[in-house]
């Protein structure tokens, strides 16, 4: 599963010039209307690297069923995608259709340069995925795929401690619990692993009952009851049923080093290592990752929108549509592995859910039922997210204390924020 999934929160769109969705051109009428043929353009970043032949089968199986469209792709690298897209939307050069993730899709939306879907089967996509791209009760984004954060396990371990095995309605408590029985820092065996990091933190405030911002994120609200659990849930595991940043957490691969050689009994990591960690000596599985107040699982994706200046509107968006909901399209990626479909057919779906190991692949998608939301921190992202990081390593290594470095976090990322 590809990493670029994750939600960046990429700055380059934030300064999209206010004018490029005022002067959006009447849509005229598309092949799908009349005998005119008419030519759709494609901006993407998701098939560079290695797919671009898989989104060119897409593009021919969807030619020969709209014969009057034409599908024109242009792909970039993702490193420089954004730029160029930024670039292109300032001067009003933008594609008809092209590609965003859950991190740009927001600043793009609000900069008036995306037309509105209409009717969509809504009931084609995984619901929690689609959400991420509806704004006022309006559809302006096409989840193309996504990718999520589980909990992977040792069932060899689970067996050897006489524990039942994880479940979906497993609690932060449950975990925990299972963690201390699991733990045998003697022997180099680790109960758990969860990184202490910013896109764990915004997720497990939100398992506590909080959020990291305000509803109308302008300001934090994590320096709260369930910001502080969040942050004693995560960094309190360092150095006790987790190894520390001194045993070499954090390092590369470290985390899947341990759990590949059977010293680590829970993992809370992404799909996208599924196929990294494969075929192991002993059994394993995994689960939706226990929540406290609520479950709430990190979720990054992928989607297509439709310019408001689209000259064929109603071709851009059947094309949007064939994209992300096809069966072709399904059977393309599941087949190349190229990340996952935001579809509900599960029936479609059936290829990939019959895969083993894991068996209990459903855990991918049950997890969409509560996608936990991820906070928008503007053109000082990563900025936020660094300081974010080193207040929890903080906590975590026994410099500060929740109180303490809480309250001086909140502070901090609020003078951060636009």
Same mark, same amino acid.
């Given at each position: ?15 999209? /010039? ?14 799908? @209307?009349?005998?005119?043929? %008419? ?19 897409? %593009? ?8 009057? /469209? ?109 963690? @201390? ?50 942050? @004693? ?18 390092? #590369? ?15 809370? *990591?992404? /799909? ?24 709430? !699982? ?7 929108? %439709? ?16 994209? *992300? !909901?096809?069966?072709?399209? %399904? ?7 190229? @990340? ?6 599960? #029936? ?35 900025? /936020? ?21 809480? !309250? ?11």
């Amino acid at each position: 599963m590809n990493s670029r999934l994750i939600a960046t929160g990429t700055v380059a769109v934030v300064a999209l /010039i206010g004018a490029t969705g005022c002067s959006a051109a009447s849509p005229t009428q598309s092949a799908a @209307e009349g005998d005119e043929k %008419v030519t759709v353009t494609y901006a993407n970043f998701t098939s560079n690297g290695g797919n671009e032949e898989n989104l060119q089968t897409i %593009v021919e199986a969807f030619e020969e069923e709209n014969p009057g /469209i034409t599908v024109e792709v242009t792909t970039t690298d993702y490193a420089n995608y954004f730029t160029q897209l930024q670039t292109d939307l300032s001067a009003g050069t933008q594609a008809d259709v092209f590609d965003v993730d859950a991190g740009t899709f927001a600043n793009i939306q609000a900069s008036g340069v995306l037309a509105p879907l209409e009717g969509v089967d809504t009931s084609a996509y995984r619901q929690g995925v689609l959400d991420t791209y509806a704004v006022g009760g309006a559809q302006y984004g096409l989840p193309t795929s996504f990718s999520n954060v589980v909990l992977f396990y040792n069932k060899e371990l689970f067996d050897a401690a006489g524990l039942d095995y994880p479940t979906a309605e497993w609690t932060w408590e449950d975990e925990r619990a299972a963690a @201390e029985k699991l733990t045998d820092a003697g022997n180099g065996v680790w109960g758990d692993y969860q990184p202490i990091s910013f896109h764990e933190y915004y997720k497990t405030v939100q398992q506590a009952g909080g959020s990291f911002l305000t509803e109308d994120n302008s300001a934090t609200a994590f320096d709260s009851a369930a910001g502080r659990s969040a942050a @004693e849930w995560l960094a309190g595991k360092s150095g006790t049923v987790m190894p520390s940043a001194a045993d070499g957490a954090g390092t #590369a691969d470290f985390d899947t080093n341990l759990f590949k050689d059977g010293k680590l009994a829970m993992w809370h *990591t992404g /799909i996208w290592m599924i196929g990294l960690v494969g075929d192991l000596p002993f059994e394993w599985d995994i689960a939706v990752e226990p929540g406290d107040a609520q479950k709430a !699982s990190a979720t990054f994706s992928n989607a297509v929108v %439709v310019s408001a200046d689209a000259e064929h509107q109603e071709a851009a968006q059947k094309w949007a549509q064939f994209l *992300t !909901s096809s069966e072709t399209m %399904v059977d393309v990626r599941l087949e190349a592995g190229w @990340e996952l479909p935001a579809v509900s057919d599960e #029936a479609l779906l059936a290829p990939y859910l019959d895969q083993t190991p894991p068996a209990n692949r459903i855990a991918v998608f049950d997890s969409l039922d509560s996608v936990a939301v991820a906070p928008e921190l503007g053109a000082n992202a990563t900025q /936020i997210q660094d300081v974010v990081n080193n207040a929890l390593g903080e906590i975590a290594a026994g410099r500060a204390t929740v109180d303490e470095a809480i !309250s001086a976090l909140a502070a901090d990322v609020d003078n951060l924020l636009p």
